[in-house]
């Protein structure tokens, strides 16, 4: 019997997970691990023979982002430094998907940077005047075409690990090749019969880069998990709604219908924006349906 090993998820494929420990991946198992193992987590593992081993323990995590199933929770990544979320003019973005995936970082206490993909395409410039509020809200933006030069990107990622997201047809892939030589993720211009096979496995990896830090990539996941939330974990993740706290009439107000809502008096001075207060009251209501499953 080997003694148990400490290492880190690099990989993560359903139940099977690579754990990279001593300069060497060992390929996992979770043996059906109560409440699952997240990418970038730290573990203890028992090795079971050359190169594989069992997890035994997860260690205590920094943070815990969720991936998005259907009413359903399933870990994604942990022990993160901050989230890029990438967007672009075409395909056309959903506010939506945007403001969620704002929410889902800043409920687990990490800083969110978006960036504006396609700036060589003229429709961007619309879309950078569009994303202005949200730069006021406090988030970063930085505008990149993935094509022609990645280098602000790189910057961006230097030294820190980063979770990669958004809408399909962003160039998420395409930046991940440029980041990382090898990487090989297969990007909108391959055939799609090809894309089709790759996007419906959900894995999640870890990539090393070359300047130090590292790019989580999970393909085909555009949106990550909101089930876990409650109302007032989700109030709390809009930072222009936390600022009004304590001015409601009702300590307990959920600034629905309210009167004398603090929140609601602000979205008809135009303080806050409509897109922003119409996707949380849907959350609201789609985490107390879900609460019920
Ligand atoms: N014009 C333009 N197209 C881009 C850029 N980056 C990616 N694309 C294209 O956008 C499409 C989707 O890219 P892909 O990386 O597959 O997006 P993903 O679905 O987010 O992984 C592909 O046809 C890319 O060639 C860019 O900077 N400018
Ligand atoms: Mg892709
Ligand atoms: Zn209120």
């Known amino acids: 019997m080997s003694a148990s090993l400490q290492g880190r998820v690099v990989a993560v494929h359903g139940q099977h997970l690579h754990v990279l420990s001593g300069g060497e991946v060992h390929e996992c198992v979770t043996r059906g691990k109560k409440g699952g193992v997240a990418c970038n987590d730290q ?4 090795p079971t023979g050359p190169g594989t081993g069992v997890i035994e323990k997860v260690l ?6 969720y991936r998005s199933i259907a009413h359903r929770t399933k870990l994604l990544a942990a022990n993160v430094d901050q989230v890029v979320v990438v967007t672009a003019a075409v395909p056309a973005p959903r506010d939506e998907l945007l403001i969620r995936t704002l929410v889902a970082s800043a409920a687990a206490g990490i800083p969110a940077h978006i960036v504006l993909n396609k700036a060589d395409l003229p ?3 619309w879309l950078y005047t569009r994303l202005r509020p949200y730069r006021e809200l406090g988030y970063d933006l ?3 075409t993935a094509k022609a030069d990645i280098a602000p990107l790189r910057a961006l990622l230097a030294g820190k690990t980063s979770v990669l997201v958004g809408a399909s047809g962003v160039g998420k892939s395409t930046l991940i090749n440029a980041l990382v030589p ?3 993720a297969g990007t909108g211009d391959i055939s799609s019969a090809l894309n089709a096979g790759r996007h419906t496995t959900t894995h999640t990896r870890a990539f090393p880069l070359p300047g130090g830090g590292e790019i989580i990539d999970s ?12 109302t007032e ?12 706290s304590g001015r409601c009439r009702f300590h307990n107000c959920r600034h629905l219908k309210e009167p004398d809502c603090a929140v609601l008096e602000a979205l008809r001075a135009g303080r806050i924006l409509e897109e922003r207060w119409r996707v949380y009251r849907g959350l609201v209501r789609e985490l107390e349906s879900a609460a019920a499953y």
């Open 43 to 46: 573990v203890i593992f028992k």
């Open 60 to 65: 205590q995590r920094r943070n815990l982002l």
């Open 123 to 125: 429709e961007t410039a």
């Open 142 to 144: 930085t505008t990149l």
């Open 182 to 184: 090898g990487a090989n």
């Open 219 to 230: 393909p085909g996941m555009q949106e990550f998990g909101l089930y876990h939330l409650g």
């Open 233 to 244: 974990d989700l109030m709390n993740a809009f930072p222009e709604f936390r600022e009004l």
